[in-house]
């Protein structure tokens, strides 16, 4: 069982920064392939990016690659996503999610475990 806890989320200006948090429990998180993914209201989810279990691979939707950039500290069994010169239709709810299958863009399909979401409005 592994338990997935987003943090960093908040209110922030267009061009503005923020930095997710997604921190894993147990000793299996270099097990899994990382994922966050986002759901703005009355939209689908979406995947915003991802990462292989070492870190060594990354993918990116077209609508951030060059702003937001994911990271794995498996020391720290710990993900990350730092968002820059965000924009208003980046306001969602992020999850992050964990898949031993794939770090493929449909990852979100074969997740073992997501997390609870942290919110992320930016204002114009």
Same mark, same amino acid.
């Given at each position: 069982?592994?338990?997935?806890v987003?943090s960093?989320?908040g209110?922030?200006? !267009?061009?503005?920064?923020?930095?997710?948090?997604? !921190?894993a /429990? =147990?000793? @299996?998180?270099?097990s899994y392939? &990382?994922?966050?993914?986002?759901?703005?209201? %009355?939209?689908?989810?979406?995947?915003?990016?991802? +990462?292989?279990?070492? %870190? *060594?691979? @990354?993918?990116?939707?077209?609508?951030?690659r =060059?702003?937001?950039? +994911?990271?794995?500290? #498996?020391?720290? #069994?710990? &993900?990350?996503l730092? &968002? #820059? /010169?965000?924009?208003?239709?980046?306001?969602?709810?992020y999850?992050?999610a964990?898949?031993?299958?794939?770090?493929?863009a =449909? &990852?979100g399909?074969?997740?073992?475990?997501? *997390?609870? *979401? @942290?919110?992320?409005?930016?204002?114009?």
């Amino acid at each position: 069982q592994v338990q997935l806890v987003e943090s960093g989320g908040g209110l922030v200006q !267009a061009g503005g920064s923020l930095r997710l948090s997604c !921190a894993a /429990s =147990g000793r @299996t998180f270099s097990s899994y392939h &990382m994922g966050w993914f986002r759901q703005a209201r %009355g939209k689908e989810r979406e995947a915003v990016a991802t +990462i292989t279990r070492s %870190g *060594g691979s @990354t993918y990116y939707a077209d609508s951030v690659r =060059g702003r937001f950039t +994911i990271s794995r500290d #498996n020391a720290e #069994n710990t &993900m990350y996503l730092q &968002m #820059n /010169s965000l924009k208003p239709e980046d306001t969602a709810v992020y999850y992050c999610a964990a898949s031993r299958l794939t770090a493929a863009a =449909g &990852m979100g399909r074969y997740a073992d475990y997501w *997390g609870q *979401g @942290t919110q992320v409005t930016v204002s114009s």
